[in-house]
């Protein structure tokens, strides 16, 4: 990728953080909110899950920064959006935007006005069955510490094979899926998505799955150009991100990659509304 691109990558996510600040501004004024002294938590170990979570976004994205380049601006806008989810563990948001952990909701903030997207920030997820929603949130624990598990020890294979003369890397978890990176992220992410019980954390995750996919789509071209044949094998054999679904070749009716995209963005909004219709029944209000 150019310097040009890199700068324009640059450029679109300053943009977008300049946007978020004028929104706080023209909501809330030039003061920043006071710190609360205490805090009614929805859970005992609240806290532990939001540093947790916010460890885990920076180890994910420093490779983005190392690498950064236009086509990963989606990615980092994509985080910018999630990141809220990391704090819903806490308490309910519209408390939250009058203490300074509020800031961090920012993001959210441009859609409380509209009655659905206020019922999906603000609504909690509530289940009559006590079992099931402890069970659910053992559920959450382990997708993030597995997660978390499979993105580093992915990583700590791609750092290890760099530098061995430019070959295609295809052992380890390479040999299961073609990005267990993402994998790694889209596992801790539902986690967290889980353990917060609002219905916008699993928008959020899809957002972010969505923008991750698209970027390995990218990544694949991008590969494939500079493996050749050797890469086109590897793809016919290995997922490229969820573990034993292979997809099928796609008609050239149109280029590859637009095909691609376009699945990926009908299978996308697909989700969202069955995700939206299925939880919307056990959501409630505080307000």
């Not at 380049?69 to 563990?89: E, G, R």
């Not at 073609?178 to 899809?206: C, D, E, K, S």
């Not at 150009?225 to 016919?236: H, I, L, P, S, V």
Request: include cysteine; charged fraction near 15%.
């Amino acid at each position: 990728m150019s310097q040009l691109g890199k700068k324009q990558g640059f450029a679109i996510i300053l943009l977008v953080l300049l946007f978020l600040a004028g929104v706080w501004v023209s909501r809330f004024g030039t003061n920043m909110p006071q710190a609360e002294t205490y805090m009614t938590l929805f859970r005992a170990d609240a806290w532990f899950l939001v540093f947790l979570g916010v460890a885990a976004t920076i180890i994910t994205l420093i490779p983005l920064l190392l690498e950064f380049s236009l086509s990963k601006t989606t990615a980092f806008i994509s985080w910018i959006l999630y990141f809220p989810v990391l704090f819903n563990t806490l308490i309910p948001m519209f408390i939250l935007f009058f203490s300074i952990i509020g800031v961090f909701y920012t993001p959210w903030l441009i859609f409380t006005d509209l009655p659905v997207a206020n019922r999906l920030i603000n609504g909690v997820i509530r289940l009559e069955n006590g079992n099931v929603h402890l069970i659910l949130d053992y559920v959450g624990y382990a997708l993030i510490l597995l997660g978390l598990a499979i993105y580093l020890l992915s990583l700590y294979q791609l750092l290890k094979h760099t530098g061995r003369g430019g070959k295609l890397l295809t052992e380890g978890l390479y040999k299961i899926v073609r990005h267990p990176q993402y994998l790694g992220i889209f596992l801790w992410t539902l986690g967290f998505a889980i353990t917060g019980w609002r219905l916008i954390n699993y928008v959020m995750w899809l957002t972010l799955c969505y923008s991750y996919t698209l970027l390995a789509i990218h990544e694949e071209d991008e590969l494939e150009k500079a493996f050749g044949q050797e890469y086109a094998r590897y793809k016919n054999r290995t997922p490229i991100i969820i573990p034993y679904l292979k997809i099928k070749p796609i008609p050239k009716l149109v280029s590859k990659s637009a095909a691609k995209i376009l699945l990926t963005t009908i299978i996308y909004i697909i989700l969202l509304l069955a995700f939206y219709y299925f939880i919307d029944p056990y959501v409630i209000m505080y307000r």
